[in-house]
């Protein structure tokens, strides 16, 4: 379980009234919309808060937001109400959460490089279980040029991403889809700028 000192550095990192990484939606998250069908159960992981997750009930998905945060889910639902939407929320530590078999249609899993490569590994298993058959995963890191960049996530190379780390995570899949390129991202004061990207669009 995530300590006391990450739920402080996370409640602190919400805590102004700006929005962190901006209440527009992650530009690979809404390039992929038309892949999204109304009455969809859609579970978005680390969703801080809450522009994935509004996006997605904006396109009438039935929407789950986990994050860690009570301050970043305040937040989520201000902003779910702003946009005329609703969507649930729930306070959980996306590493060690009890993921349901088998009950979401979306997952989308936006920068949560946090995860050191055990934990990782342990939020991969949980969106692969709870991802029913024919499941839609949508995932966006940083590759590990992003440390020549600095615009956002993690110093720590063993948590960015690598095509062999999404293929060894989800190479099982139906389809699996991985591209690797360099954007410029303005996502709030959180994201921008330059960046090492890397995107996977896969069918369970």
């Given at each position: 379980m995530?300590?006391?000192n990450?739920?402080?550095h996370w409640q602190q990192r919400y805590a102004s009234d700006e929005y962190r990484f901006g209440t527009a939606p992650n530009a690979f998250l809404k390039s992929q919309a038309a892949l999204l069908s109304k009455g969809q159960t859609a579970l978005a992981i680390a969703d801080g808060e809450g522009r994935n997750g509004v996006f997605m009930a904006e396109q009438g998905l039935d929407v789950l937001s986990l994050d860690f945060s009570p301050l970043a889910q305040e937040k989520a639902r201000k902003l779910a109400a702003t946009r005329g939407v609703t969507i649930r929320v729930e306070?959980?530590?996306?590493?060690n959460w009890n993921y349901p078999d088998g009950v979401y249609?979306?997952?989308a899993a936006i920068f949560f490089q946090f995860a050191a490569p055990p934990e990782r590994e342990k939020i991969f298993a949980g969106i692969k279980k709870t991802l029913k058959p024919g499941g839609l995963l949508l995932l966006e890191g940083y590759r590990p040029k992003q440390l020549e960049y600095k615009t956002g996530g993690p110093s720590q190379v063993e948590n960015l991403y690598t095509?062999?780390?999404l293929e060894r995570g989800f190479g099982d899949f139906a389809s699996i889809d991985i591209r690797e390129y360099d954007a410029e991202i303005h996502e709030g004061a959180g994201h921008g700028g330059m960046s090492a990207l890397i995107d996977l669009v896969a069918t369970k």
């Open positions: 995530a300590n006391d990450d739920f402080e306070q959980a530590d996306v590493v249609d979306v997952v095509r062999e780390i």
